[in-house]
Structures are given as C-alpha cells and as structure tokens.
C-alpha cells in the first residue's frame, strides 16, 4: 500500500464530508492537495496541504479551514493524534496498529513489496548505451549503462510495459574508418610490416584478435579483392566482433538489452524506411524546400549554403529547422533519427526515453521536436543526460587503459571493483550532476562506502535469522508465524523502522513517474542507516535485541521487522542491478 495515496483518498473523502462549497459555483477542485512526509518527523507521520490550497475557492481562512479538516480526520480509527501547524499545515501522527498492520502487508508480499500498477501496462522504450561499435565499452559509456538499465527495472516494477533498446550505430563514417584500421591489424597477422597506426585509424589493441580472426576466416583472399568489397566484408566481420565484445562488456555490468536495432536497417533497401518517414513528415506539412541561415559559432557538418529538404521543426519547439536531405540527394545523419523514431512509434511505443551522454545536449529539442511532429500527443518522450564520470584512485586522477589507446575501459572498473560498487555509485548522484568515482573509497569498508553499508545491512539482517536459529532453536520462522506477532512491536525506534519502509512503495512510483532511479539509491542508504542504528541500540541495551533468548515470543516480532528490512533492501537492490548478501567477510 502507498499509504501517501490511501491518507490522499481519505482527507478528499474526509474534506467532502464537510460539504465545502466553492465561490465560484463550480465543482470544488481537489487536484492540488498533497499528502507527504512532515519535513521535521516531529510533526507526525504524514500532513497535509489541503486547507493552504482550497482556502482561496471557498473564501475561508487557511488556519481556520484546516481545524476543521483536522476535527473530522480525528474520526479516522487510524489516527492517533492530528495537530495544525503554521498557515494550514495539517499533521498526522498515526497509530501504532496503523504502523503493525502494515508490516504484516508486508510480509505477506514479501519482494514484491513496493511492486506498483501505476504505470497500468504503458508500452516504454528506454533506450540507453548506443556506443558506436567500434571499440570495447569505456567508462563514459558506463553511467549511462546503469542509468538506463535501473530506470528500466524501475518501470516494470511499477507497472509499465518496459523494452531495453540499444541503437547500434553501424552506418556512417565511423564504420568506414573501423574498417580500414581492422584491415590493417588484418595485413599485420598476415606478417606484413604495417609500421605506426597512421593517424585518424583507431589505434587499440582490441583490433588485433579482429585481425587474426579475419586472417583466419579469409586467409589473403582479401588482397586479391576490390578495395570496396574487401572493406564491406571487414566491415561486417568488424562490427559483428565490436557487439560481441560490447554485449560482453555490458553483460559484466549486469546490463542485457532485450532489442539491438541496426542503423544499417533504416538504410536497407534503398533506404526505405527513412524515405517513408519523410514522406510521412511532408503529408504532416513538416518538411519543405529551402535554405538555412548560417550558424554562429562552429558549423554544423550538415548546414549548406544552398537549397535543401528541412524539416520546419520550429513550429513544434526546436531552436531551428533541420536539414533532412543534402542539394546532392543524400540524406543526413538527421535522417536516419527521424525514421528510427517513427519506427518505435509503429511498434507501438506511448513513451520513448533516451539515455544520453552531457555532450549530446543539443539533441534534447530536435528529438522533442521530432516526436511531436510524427506522433502528436500520442507518445511522449523524455531525453536524460548523463554528466561525466572522473575515475581517481586515492584522490588522483585514473590513467589511461593501454589495451584500448585512448580511454580507461569498462572491464578495467569492473575487474578491479566489481559490478555492485559500479551499479550503485553511477546511481548516488543524480545523472545530471558529475560524479566522481574513487576506486579506493567504493571499496572501503565504511558507512562512508553506500554500497557497502547498505550490502551490509542485507548480510546483517541474514545474520539475525542465524543467531535466532542457533540460540533459541526456532525452527519456523516463515512469514505467517512472524506476522502473528507484529502488534508486539510499539517501541519507536521499531515503529520507525515501519514508517521507514513504508514509504518504498510511494518512492518507487515518485523515482518511475519523474525518471529519477538515484532516489532509490538514496532511499536504500537511509533504510540501512535506520536499521544499523537499531542493531546498535541492541547492543547497549539488551532489552532492544532483535534475538532475546528469553523471549522468543518478542524475538519473532523483531524478526517480523528484520524480515521486511531484508525484503525492501533485497527488492531495491535488484531494480539497482546488484546484489543483496546473506555474509559479508
């Protein structure tokens, strides 16, 4: 249960039993009443905005209103106490049945506690990573790998029909160069002397295995043939190579996309589907013949002096129009966006969510833009952008990879911190902010580590449940047995740790509504910081001990609490994409 919610529905329902009437004459609008969180805890469990936001309609005082709305939510059996605070805030501070009922709720779901229907089946596309394929994953791409794949777990979880997509960018110039430089690593096993990687070639060792498997699958029948057919048949192998090694890369981070879709393929049979799409833009009155001004500052590789196909997206919010086809016929790198984006559209997508690095920020209007003009109001789309990571050891700056030449890779962190640290760190700063990632710090054993103070609480929890077993003999402890014993739990620290995890499932529809996965690493810290303070206060006072020998009655209604801590630590981490231990040594 989202309790926000169910105290939302009870204050409207409360609010109309008061038959307030508005000055206006019309109906009274409720909309705007929020139900959260006291920012001090003192005030209560939950309060209200409701008499601040309706005083105005119904042409009574804020404060006023609100006593009124308080006396009636006093009537509510759940409430143990309601106070006014400031203009109209209105507190509730709940009962401790309300706080025990819920942990039940809560061992009876189990990991699937949080789980939401809000999102009611929408067909969500995220698409994230989309590195071109011409080398292994580095660390640029990594953020947006964990951004991308926790934000798609966190859909689901809350009810949307979610698809992982990578766009492999296996067109263009890029390839062609891949290819040559392959070619060469080809010649070098062959035993030629190739000498330096020339300059503009892509000059990582990676190529060498490509080579030698070329070498091995063609021996120098490539030599002997056309210089555009050799390179066509490179380039196939080549990028066929890169995706293994990318999907290998990724899958050491926990990331599997469910579609890889080619950029080859909207250039396939003459290049239909983007002619199509285009076609598809002009029947729209979105594209016409003309010429664009020159840009300041540095121009753009597709902008002409000279008539062009546009796309007149500045009548759907961009900054300016956008070239579509060259005077020579050819058609832009724009292009091919239009007819991938159409493409989602017609597999039937309603949001379209695209994870992209900081230095694409100028795509977020045309992309905007783009939508509108071939989808309506009919999909939505959402671009996030990923600031930079910085990698230091000890607080100095990480060195450059030497197998990849120019960057530090993706298997180089994951080979010396593990996939965890990598997971949950890209997730604790929100994905516009940098971040920097210390190899010695996310591998410290400290509360100063989050994810190993919150991996920690999980091992811990487990450890409660093997002292129970071994001290007191308890041989079942399922989750019927625990729940009978909740209305044992009133000490406070205890009915906090409740009101605590009971805010995960409004965490997991607000994170999924505003696209923001960071939260959940936040929320996750909190829920560990909440429960090593309760294990501490264990330890200077026995009578609070999760395991009391003497007491196994009071011992399996801590053990209810513990269960619950386990299950929403073990569910978050999942949607974060790492692990929740039973040990840690």
Not at 11 to 19: F, G, M, S, V
Not at 103 to 113: I, K, S, V
Not at 504 to 511: F, H, N, Q, S, T
Request: charged residues 25%; negative net charge; hydrophobic residues 40%.
């Amino acid at each position: 249960m989202n309790i926000f919610a169910d105290f939302t529905n009870r204050i409207k329902n409360a609010i109309q039993t008061l038959d307030l009437q508005s000055q206006s004459a019309t109906e009274l609008d409720l909309s705007r009443i929020t139900v959260e969180p006291p920012r001090d805890a003192s005030h209560g469990d939950v309060a209200t905005n409701a008499a601040m936001v309706l005083s105005k309609a119904v042409g009574q005082n804020p404060r006023q209103l609100a006593e009124r709305i308080a006396a009636e939510l006093e009537r509510d059996g759940d409430v143990a106490s309601v106070s006014v605070a400031g203009p109209g805030f209105v507190n509730l501070r709940l009962s401790d049945g309300f706080w025990q009922a819920r942990l039940a709720e809560m061992l009876a779901a189990g990991r699937d506690y949080g789980r939401s229907a809000i999102g009611q089946g929408r067909k969500v596309n995220v698409e994230y990573v989309s590195a071109n394929p011409t080398g292994p994953m580095h660390v640029g791409h990594c953020r947006g790998a964990v951004v991308g794949d926790a934000l798609a777990n966190l859909l689901a979880f809350a009810g949307y029909d979610v698809t992982k997509e990578y766009y492999i960018n296996d067109a263009g110039a890029q390839i062609e160069v891949l290819a040559r430089s392959a070619f060469l690593r080809y010649r070098q096993a062959l035993g030629d002397d190739v000498g330096e990687i020339p300059s503009g070639l892509y000059p990582g060792d990676y190529l060498v295995p490509v080579g030698q498997a070329l070498a091995r699958e063609y021996g120098r029948d490539l030599l002997q043939m056309p210089d555009k057919e050799a390179l066509d048949k490179v380039s196939d192998f080549t990028v066929d190579a890169m995706m293994a090694m990318i999907r290998d890369d990724l899958a050491l981070l926990n990331v599997h996309h469910d579609i890889f879709f080619s950029e080859r393929a909207v250039h396939a049979d003459g290049a239909r589907k983007i002619r199509s799409a285009i076609t598809d833009l002009t029947m729209k009155g979105h594209v016409y013949k003309g010429t664009l001004p020159p840009p300041k500052g540095q121009k753009p590789e597709d902008w002409e002096d000279r008539e062009q196909t546009l796309f007149r997206s500045t009548e759907v919010g961009d900054d300016i129009d956008r070239p579509l086809v060259k005077s020579d016929g050819s058609f832009t790198y724009f292009a091919a966006d239009v007819a991938y984006l159409k493409d989602k559209v017609d597999r039937g997508f309603q949001t379209l969510i695209y994870v992209l690095g900081a230095d694409h920020g100028g795509y977020v209007k045309r992309m905007e833009a783009l939508a509108r003009a071939v989808a309506g109001d009919k999909v939505d789309l959402h671009v996030l952008l990923c600031q930079l990571v910085k990698l230091y050891r000890g607080g100095e700056p990480v060195r450059m990879s030497k197998r990849a030449g120019e960057f530090v890779t993706l298997r180089d962190v994951v080979d010396e911190v593990g996939r965890d640290p990598i997971r949950f760190m890209m997730l604790y700063r929100k994905s516009d902010a940098p971040l920097d990632f210390d190899f010695a710090k996310v591998t410290e054993q400290s509360k100063d580590n989050p994810v190993f103070y919150v991996q920690y609480a999980s091992a811990r929890s487990h450890s409660v449940f093997r002292q129970a077993r071994e001290q007191l003999g308890l041989t079942d402890l399922s989750r019927e047995t625990l729940a009978a014993q909740v209305a044992r739990l009133t000490d406070e620290g205890e009915i906090a740790m409740i009101r605590k995890l009971s805010e995960y499932p409004r965490l997991i529809e607000a994170a999924a509504q505003s696209y923001e996965p960071h939260r959940l690493a936040f929320f996750l810290y909190d829920v560990a910081s909440q429960f090593h303070a309760l294990w501490n206060r264990g330890t200077d006072n026995p009578d609070l001990r999760f395991v009391k020998v003497n007491d196994p009655v009071s011992t399996e209604a801590r053990l209810g609490l513990v269960q619950a801590v386990s299950d929403v630590l073990s569910s978050g981490l999942a949607l974060i994409g790492a692990d929740a231990p039973q040990e840690m040594r």
